[in-house]
């Protein structure tokens, strides 16, 4: 497909200055399809050049190497992450399989159905033989081609071709295996795996035993059903794991309770001043702890790293056995100075960086915190202090990228981190606001 045939339709082109009240019903009606053409063609197009861009190793801007962040973050921001992920995932399928790339180019076939064809046919079934996978992939772009099928039913086909060459795999073949743990929007975890006779083997014997069934202490029945007795075996197996400290540590930490108090808080539930805590409450809240509203600045209260927000009864339960952090924010929930003074980032300074960073705070990035280093924006070396004020996370890209170019990263007065582009990407270098903030 060429530019000049995207440039070159007048009709589409023309609406672009015609006011719609003066189109027909007919005009209208035609207009539509032509416009639907159009835009298919338009991201075809697009498609293509991603892929070319990828094919040829193009990074675009070094602050974004991964051609999805860049397309996310190009001038025009039209594109969120998990789109631009989609156009780069399209790209590649297509490349490689020139023949469904005619297809979609074509306007014969919707970008979904392509990437369904193209996912089987790049993956096809252990038992499918290599040398009819051209003829599979023709039979299904016919099947689904300018509407003659839906996504339904090319699934459908999908499925009954897996099912058609699928075998029942040696209990040994660890090379199936697979365990998906997906978050849900309600923060729940939904698990899902299939896994070689062995693994099973452990995973079975570990659950059988804490799953059994617990009489109450009258000798009644246990009233919970089997999925919930083996679901309450999961979640024992995984303390147990954790309380015996043999895994390894989640960037640079084992697991913790970090508790957030409000400076003002701090001040006001100590009015006998000998403080320790004990005196008074000016707030006349009382009670003040894990979950019990204070020190959650702007809404901010207690937070588990991959699952969300805790509830009170269950910040409590926790708060019995670990390891409790105090961190001190202020109204913004922007945790205070801290003043160690040593080389290396000790564990309680990190999780003050995390509860102010969040994940890796380059302009665009956002990779997880248990993913990043803790940067010194002076360097050690240089007098600078192993401090809030002068630490910040970003990933190992973005850390190195720092120590070798332009890029600046500040504290700001809002005691949050700022960044300095280079001038070849701004002249005038004006700040941008970490990761997840705005200007404001």
């Given amino acids: 497909m060429g530019i000049g045939e995207i440039r070159g339709d007048e009709q589409t082109a023309a609406l672009l200055d015609t006011e719609l009240w003066q189109l027909s019903d007919a005009q209208l009606i035609e207009a539509i399809p032509a416009v639907t053409e159009q835009i298919h063609r338009l991201q075809a197009l697009r498609v293509s050049l991603v892929g070319e861009t990828d094919h040829r190793r193009v990074v675009p801007d070094p602050a974004h190497p991964a051609l999805k962040h860049w397309l996310a973050n190009t001038p025009t921001g039209m594109l969120s ?18 023949d469904l790339a005619a297809a979609y180019e074509s306007g014969g076939l919707r970008a979904d159905l392509a990437v369904l064809i193209g996912a089987f046919c790049e993956t096809p079934p252990k038992n499918m033989p290599e040398g ?36 029942t795999p040696p209990a ?37 035993k804490l799953s059994a069934p617990v009489p109450g202490p009258g000798g009644e029945p246990d009233p919970r059903p089997a999925p919930l007795r083996r679901a309450d075996a999961f979640t024992e197996m995984l303390r147990r794991f954790h309380d015996c400290g043999a895994g390894p540590v989640e960037g640079g930490e084992k697991p913790h309770l970090t508790v957030l108090v409000n400076i003002h808080d701090l001040h006001h539930c100590d009015d006998d001043g000998d403080g320790d805590g004990e005196g008074g409450c000016e707030c006349g809240r009382g009670g ?31 708060a019995c056995d670990c390891i409790i952090t105090p961190i001190i924010i202020n109204d913004d929930g922007v945790p205070l100075k801290l003043g160690r003074k040593d080389r290396l980032v000790p564990a309680s300074l990190r999780r003050a960086l995390i509860v102010r960073d969040r994940c890796c705070v380059f302009p665009g990035c956002g990779r997880p915190a248990a993913w990043t280093d803790a940067h010194h924006i002076v ?39 700022w960044f300095r582009p280079p001038r070849s990407r701004d002249p005038d270098r004006k700040p941008l606001p970490a990761h997840g903030r705005t200007a404001a």
Wanted: hydrophobic share 35%; charged share 25%; glycine share 10%.
């Fill in 81 to 98: 992450v998990p789109e631009a992920s989609r156009i780069v995932s399209l790209a590649r399928l297509l490349r490689n399989q020139p």
């Fill in 172 to 208: 040994e073949d660890t090379d199936r295996n697979e365990f998906c743990a997906s978050q849900t929007l309600n923060g729940r975890v939904v698990i899902r795996g299939d896994v070689d006779s062995e693994t099973g083997e452990m995973l079975l014997t570990a659950l059988s």
């Fill in 379 to 417: 360097h050690w070396a240089d007098g600078g202090e192993t401090d809030l004020s002068n630490t910040v996370l970003l990933c190992r890209y973005h850390h190195r990228l720092i120590h070798h170019s332009e890029w600046e990263v500040f504290i700001g007065p809002d005691l949050c981190p």
């Fill in 132 to 167: 009819i996978v051209p003829e599979i992939r023709k039979r299904l772009i016919d099947e689904v081609s300018h509407g003659a099928g839906d996504a339904a039913t090319l699934r459908k086909s999908i499925a009954d071709l897996r099912d058609a060459f699928a075998q």
């Fill in 288 to 318: 003040h702890g894990p979950g019990s509203g204070s020190g959650s600045a702007g809404g901010l209260g207690p937070q588990m790293m991959w699952t969300g927000p805790l509830s009170r009864a269950s910040t409590r339960r926790l």
